[in-house]
């Protein structure tokens, strides 16, 4: 299998063969521009016409030498040419474009780093939602899954998102997360780095395979990070003291992410529901959603009374469907 950028060398370099047939002819025979580029033409294709004028032994010499190198790479490169087309690099190559195409269309995107058993699930579930985001995997394998089973319409970039390059390509100065879940702590922490230095802004995401690498992980720039192994004592915990909050969870989980959903919703200052209290507001009664706390100053009140008051640039944390939440936002629009 041959790929686009071996591809053009090879192309490059049959044009170098041509062009050292031409100026040959030139100083060796002293043949003028056009009579060089016909020698040469003739000689590399070996059509059989005859020279144009008699050569001089430099020039026999100069003819062999350009004959036997030039049929053979010109029989190469056909060879080559035709493998290119049949075996689908062109095709894969004009995908390739597009997909680079669409990436650069995208903002306030997404960027998966990774396509293991943790990134497939984190992808899947995207796709359900219908989130923008942008995946890198290095190992095609992975990528033929991921196609194979979630479709072709993923934008994919099959590169190493270690390098700066590649995060570039994916968007990174326009994209509002990362989530970094590669094989290793090490290659994960490079990464937190690098996207922070290319996007001070963007929220990064990180696993942590190792629960010593949470610490270092955070110092390199991660916002979250994400240990499997503390979520599976914290669940196991659960299960022991608290199963009715372990079936709620469980619940929650098995009902998928377009089902239930818990979200931050802004109260700005010149909304309907400001100064009123939940009781007044009657939120529950229009959108059937449940009011699980308010934000104000950056500080959460949880589990707030009926007369607790909603303040203008404040946030209604809630508990509902997704169509809930919709009704939440048109009541506070008016």
């Not at 016409?49 to 010109?74: A, C, N, R, W």
């Not at 899954?145 to 990174?172: C, F, P, W």
């Not at 100065?173 to 996207?195: G, M, P, W, Y």
Request: hydrophobic share 45%.
């Amino acid at each position: 299998m041959i790929n686009f950028k071996n591809f053009l060398l090879m192309i490059l370099s049959l044009i170098t063969i041509y062009l050292i047939g031409i100026l040959g002819y030139i100083y060796i025979e002293n043949y003028s521009l056009m009579d060089a580029i016909y020698m040469t033409a003739i000689t590399i294709s070996t059509v059989g016409f005859s020279e144009l004028k008699p050569l001089s032994l430099s020039g026999k010499i100069f003819t062999i030498f350009l004959i036997f190198i030039g049929i053979s790479f010109v029989l190469y490169s056909v060879s080559v040419i035709v493998k290119f087309i049949l075996e689908g690099e062109l095709n894969k190559y004009l995908k390739g474009v597009k997909v680079k195409s669409k990436i650069n269309n995208l903002s306030n995107h997404i960027i998966i780093c990774g396509a293991g058993r943790t990134g497939y699930r984190i992808i899947e579930q995207y796709v359900k939602s219908n989130e923008n985001f942008v995946v890198i995997e290095s190992d095609i394998e992975k990528i033929k899954v991921l196609e194979s089973t979630l479709g072709n319409n993923i934008l994919i970039l099959n590169e190493d998102a270690t390098k700066d390059e590649t995060l570039i390509e994916a968007g990174i100065e326009r994209a509002k997360a990362l989530v970094a879940v590669l094989s290793s702590d090490a290659e994960n922490l490079f990464l937190s780095l690098s996207a922070k230095s290319l996007n001070n802004k963007i929220s990064v995401i990180t696993r942590a395979l190792d629960l010593h690498s949470e610490k270092k992980l955070k110092k390199a720039g991660a916002d979250y990070v994400i240990s499997p192994l503390s979520i599976a004592a914290d669940k196991i915990v659960k299960i022991t003291a608290q199963k009715n909050i372990n079936k709620f969870i469980d619940y929650i989980t098995e009902s998928g992410v377009d089902e239930l959903k818990v979200e931050f919703i802004d109260i700005p200052k010149n909304s309907k529901l400001v100064n009123k209290t939940l009781l007044e507001a009657k939120i529950p009664q229009k959108t059937s959603l449940i009011v699980v706390g308010i934000e104000e100053n950056n500080k959460i009140k949880l589990n707030p009374t009926s007369t607790s008051l909603i303040n203008p640039n404040s946030k209604l944390l809630v508990f509902g469907k997704k169509e809930q939440i919709k009704k939440l936002e048109n009541l506070i629009k008016g």
